[in-house]
């Protein structure tokens, strides 16, 4: 956390008018919330604090502000904990999405925003598929896709919305990246792509755990012309017209 390193200096020497001085990591006072960088004399008197406090894998003062391990690095010397840098801590794998929940709306043919059984709500973005664009640009097929999907996926629909490992938590725009299943109905990824309103999309030619099925749905949808494959030629991302 860096928004107290400015005033470590004015700190160090105008100690008799500002108050008392910075806080060791034994003082029991050291144990009230929210430090900030300006509470310590140096940077190792910050990190023994920090890592008293459970640090790295806890930071609640927000001393780490650069997830480095090393707390107020902007701080003058002696650094780091008994003499020396803290060690990185080791990164961890990000947590796939998992959770029950009910669908709030439907954003177009391929996102979706569900509430959580705990109440929380989140847009997601359907792993393995794509549809036509409604916004930037009316593609052909995108309101017939927004129609299909409202329909699979009426408010309040229980679902369970699940993660792939192959893939990331968040796509670029912040959305969860998932598979959407409703309770007593069918996956909304792959019902998109049978209905011929989406077709398959592998991000970065890293197949995703249903790349196989999601194909086979696709290719019956194309030989019975339905959907996008019938009413665009299969161009999904073909301007609509006038």
Not at 38 to 64: E, K, N, V
Not at 73 to 96: E, I, V
Not at 198 to 213: G, H, N
Request: with cysteine; glycine share 16%.
């Amino acid at each position: 956390m860096r928004r107290g390193a400015g005033l470590a200096g004015v700190l160090c020497v105008g100690v008799g008018v500002l108050g008392p001085g910075p806080v060791a990591a034994g003082d029991p006072r050291a144990r009230a919330a929210d430090r900030d960088c300006s509470d310590f004399s140096s940077q190792r008197a910050a990190q023994d604090y920090y890592l008293d406090r459970g640090g790295p894998g806890s930071d609640p003062d927000r001393l780490d502000g650069d997830g480095d391990g090393r707390a107020c690095d902007s701080l003058p010397c002696p650094c780091g904990a008994g003499g020396g840098p803290s060690p990185r801590p080791k990164p961890t794998p990000p947590r796939r999405p998992d959770f029950p929940g009910s669908i709030v709306r439907v954003t177009d043919g391929d996102t979706v925003v569900v509430r959580s059984s705990s109440g929380g709500r989140f847009k997601v973005r359907l792993i393995g598929i794509d549809t036509p664009e409604v916004f930037g640009g009316l593609e052909c097929g995108a309101r017939q896709a927004s129609r299909s999907m409202k329909r699979l996926a009426p408010p309040g629909r229980r679902v369970r919305v699940t993660g792939d490992p192959s893939q990331d938590r968040r796509d670029s725009f912040g959305r969860l990246l998932a598979y959407v299943q409703t309770r007593g109905g069918p996956q909304l990824n792959v019902a998109q792509v049978r209905r011929g309103w989406a077709k398959v999309f592998v991000f970065e030619e890293t197949p995703f755990r249903q790349t196989a099925s999601f194909r086979g749905a696709a290719g019956v949808a194309k030989r019975q012309g339905r959907g996008v494959w019938g009413q665009c030629g299969g161009d999904f991302h073909r301007r609509a017209g006038p």
